[in-house]
């Protein structure tokens, strides 16, 4: 019972961390690799679905959707930081899985 409960605990400071930005994590699974990227309200589209369900509609429906890769960095402070690193591609063909992905550090915002 603990685990879950500190599962949560961690979950809830990611969501915090996502919202303060205004950014959203996931985890995009292949079957050649994982990556984490972000995404903002903009990206993920209208809706009240959960917001993965939202960005999986978007790459059914767009086919590919364009998005910020995200790593864990030093921000100037020397802090740990989740900040975006690059732009990638992400096809729906190659994409095999979308989850959640959440983080303890706090999370940058998206380069414009």
């Known amino acids: 019972m603990l685990v879950p409960a500190a599962l ?3 979950s ?3 969501q915090a961390s996502a919202s303060a930005s ?3 994590l996931f985890k995009v699974v292949s079957a050649r690799d994982e990556v984490i990227v972000g995404a903002d ?8 679905g959960p917001a993965v369900e939202r960005l999986a ?9 364009t ?29 095999l ?5 959440a983080t303890p550090l706090p999370i940058q915002p998206l380069m414009k």
């Open 22 to 24: 205004g950014v959203q």
């Open 97 to 101: 899985r979308i989850e959640p992905y």
């Open 41 to 48: 309200a903009a990206m993920l589209g209208a809706g009240s």
């Open 67 to 95: 998005l910020w890769q995200y790593a864990s960095h030093k921000d100037a402070a020397g802090a740990l930081v989740q900040a975006p690193l690059r732009q990638i591609v992400v096809f729906r063909n190659d994409a």
């Open 57 to 65: 509609a978007q790459l059914a429906a767009k086919g590919q959707l």
């Open 8 to 10: 949560a605990v961690r």
């Open 12 to 14: 809830v400071r990611a």
